[in-house]
């Protein structure tokens, strides 16, 4: 199974820092409810083998909405569990690594920050980019933050989806219109809202229309 890009038109990226008592799993299953196309399992502090667990739960759960589930950096727990794929970093592995460990069938996803990575990650067999912050954001503090002359550049150098991510809200999403982006992806903007179900149902809409804007 590899990427289309209307999977990629609105991309959830989990974080356990707003969970406030709820489970991951259930945060999952609103913003799925709510229509996200597509799902990043990010675990920075779980055991392997918690990991693994949790990522089997919403590997199942995704599988009921027909998203796309990958897992972000860990290679070896995406396929030890059969993931749909992979997000990696620019320091993670290099991509054409990581597409010779996950075979020709796996999503490949590849973050980068320049036209030049971009290429790369292309060459390399990457489905699909990540690209970002666009914006300032507070979830990754060592995130640089990418212009949006560099994202558009980005996406006439490469002819695979790009999305853009990094501190994209629903006040400041329609600035992101004419980049060339497929879609967004997002962390707070869905996972640390009161009502996920219904901030995904928002940021969908916005999302479509940032992108005929």
Not at 47 to 52: G, H, N, P, Q, Y
Not at 151 to 180: F, R
Request: charged share 25%.
């Amino acid at each position: 199974m590899r990427c289309d890009k209307k999977d990629l038109l609105l991309y959830a990226v989990t974080d356990r820092t707003w969970l406030k008592g709820d489970t991951l799993y259930n945060q999952v299953e609103k913003t799925l409810k709510g229509g996200t196309t597509f799902v990043q399992l990010r675990e920075k502090t779980l055991d392997e083998a918690t990991f693994l667990a949790e990522a089997k739960e919403i590997k199942k759960l995704c599988r009921q909405y027909k998203v796309p589930f990958v897992i972000n950096d860990n290679v070896d727990i995406a396929i030890a569990m059969d993931a749909d794929g992979v997000h990696v970093g620019q320091s993670d592995m290099k991509a054409g690594n990581v597409r010779e460990k996950l075979g020709p069938d796996k999503i490949l996803g590849v973050s980068t920050q320049t036209v030049e990575q971009a290429i790369l990650a292309q060459k390399n067999g990457a489905d699909y980019l990540g690209v970002g912050a666009v914006f300032h954001t507070g979830t990754k503090t060592d995130a640089n933050e990418v212009s949006h002359e560099t994202l558009k550049a980005i996406c006439e150098a490469v002819n695979i989806p790009v999305v853009a991510i990094g501190g994209i809200g629903k006040n400041n999403l329609m600035q992101l219109s004419q980049t060339g982006i497929c879609g967004i992806a997002v962390i707070s903007a869905l996972f640390a809202q009161p009502d996920i179900e219904k901030a995904t149902e928002e940021l969908i809409e916005l999302t479509k229309k940032m992108l005929n804007a």
